[in-house]
């Protein structure tokens, strides 16, 4: 069974940096790209980026891009988002989906169940 | 202001068939494939429909996609009071080199 487990998330001051990982479990990690995507409470769905399998395709969005990188480290199964210059609209619940296919341009056919994030002071 | 266009809201009574519909671009819709995401009340999102047309095993055939052009269609029959919730279109855009969503449709069984 695909199991992802989004961690990380919390309260953190705007400005400030974050770092949330996804812990993989019941498949292949390294035959599939990652991504990550956001939803605001009571709001649709929003792609935040994507990570080949071999991390040589990195997509963001343009809302993210140049303040979030996203990594994976296939040894441990595991997929991260730094986050930095965290502002208030960066609020929201992050979930980590796994691509149906090795690239980024691929959908996501499973979802975690998510980790928050509030940017507030 | 999403890249895909869906219907902000539906509602039908149980039993019925309705159709969402999805409308993009030849950078996104027209010219990659789409996917239908089901996201009930409070919980993550589930994967309904790939490829525009496939449905993920244990998908009842009662979930439907098709694709004419730059619109794809999600359709849905004998609703039940278990399939309210938020519906939502996916694809890849290949100008913007991302993933866009369509901004969801709630779906209303009364």
């Known amino acids: 069974e695909v199991q992802l487990v989004e961690s990380g998330g919390g309260l953190i001051q705007p400005g400030r940096s974050l770092r949330l990982s996804c812990a993989a479990s019941?498949?292949?990690?390294?035959?599939?790209?990652m991504h990550w995507v956001r939803q605001v409470p009571g709001k649709g769905l929003e792609w935040v980026s994507g990570?080949?399998?071999?991390?040589?395709?990195?997509n963001y969005a343009g809302s993210v891009k140049g303040r979030f990188t996203i990594s994976r480290d296939n040894a441990k199964n595991a997929l991260y988002l730094h986050m930095s210059s965290l502002r208030p609209e960066d609020t929201a619940l992050y979930f980590c989906?796994?691509?149906?296919?090795?690239?980024?341009?691929?959908?996501?056919?499973?979802w975690g169940q998510g980790t928050q994030v509030t940017v507030s002071s | 202001q999403s890249v895909l266009t869906q219907p902000p809201s539906i509602s039908a009574a149980p039993g019925q068939r309705i159709t969402i519909s999805c409308s993009g671009s030849?950078?996104?819709?027209?010219?990659?494939?789409v996917a239908w995401y089901q996201q009930l009340p409070g919980t993550a999102p589930k994967l309904l429909i790939y490829?525009?047309?496939k449905r993920p095993s244990g998908i009842p055939d009662r979930f439907s996609g098709s694709k004419s052009g730059t619109t794809v269609t999600l359709g849905v029959t004998g609703l039940q009071t278990g399939d309210e919730a938020s519906y939502y279109c996916?694809?890849?855009?290949?100008?913007?080199?991302?993933?866009?969503f369509g901004g969801g449709t709630r779906l209303t069984v009364l």
């Open positions: 989906a796994r691509s149906g296919l090795d690239y980024t341009g691929y959908l996501p056919d499973h």
């Open positions: 019941g498949f292949t990690f390294n035959d599939h790209a």
């Open positions: 990570i080949s399998w071999n991390s040589a395709s990195l």
């Open positions: 030849t950078s996104n819709i027209g010219n990659n494939y």
């Open positions: 490829d525009n047309d």
């Open positions: 996916a694809t890849w855009d290949s100008g913007l080199s991302a993933v866009v």
